[in-house]
């Protein structure tokens, strides 16, 4: 299971708080929901702090995610090692 908390601030950017697994049917919804969003111009800003799985659809979606403006940020240990390629790209821009 995955929750999507959404809130907006007054710069455009909106941060999607995930909690749970980016598992399975979680990751097109989740794709759905980042594409409402980087759609209209907005920032995006991935808080993954309670991410405790990402599967390879999820990783290939974040990788996505990323190279279309999205920041990622609050990544567990594990959560981060799942995502090393992504994040080195991260870390040198």
Do not use: N
């Amino acid at each position: 299971m995955l929750k999507i908390a959404v809130a907006e601030s007054s710069d455009r950017a909106v941060t999607m708080r995930l909690e749970g697994r980016v598992i399975g049917p979680w990751v097109a919804e989740l794709g759905r929901s980042c594409d409402r969003v980087l759609d209209r111009d907005g920032r995006l800003i991935l808080d993954l702090a309670h991410v405790s799985f990402i599967d390879r659809d999820g990783i290939a979606l974040v990788r996505s995610l990323r190279d279309r403006g999205a920041t990622l940020r609050g990544c567990s240990p594990f959560v981060a090692e799942q995502l090393r390629d992504v994040l080195r790209r991260v870390s040198r821009s």
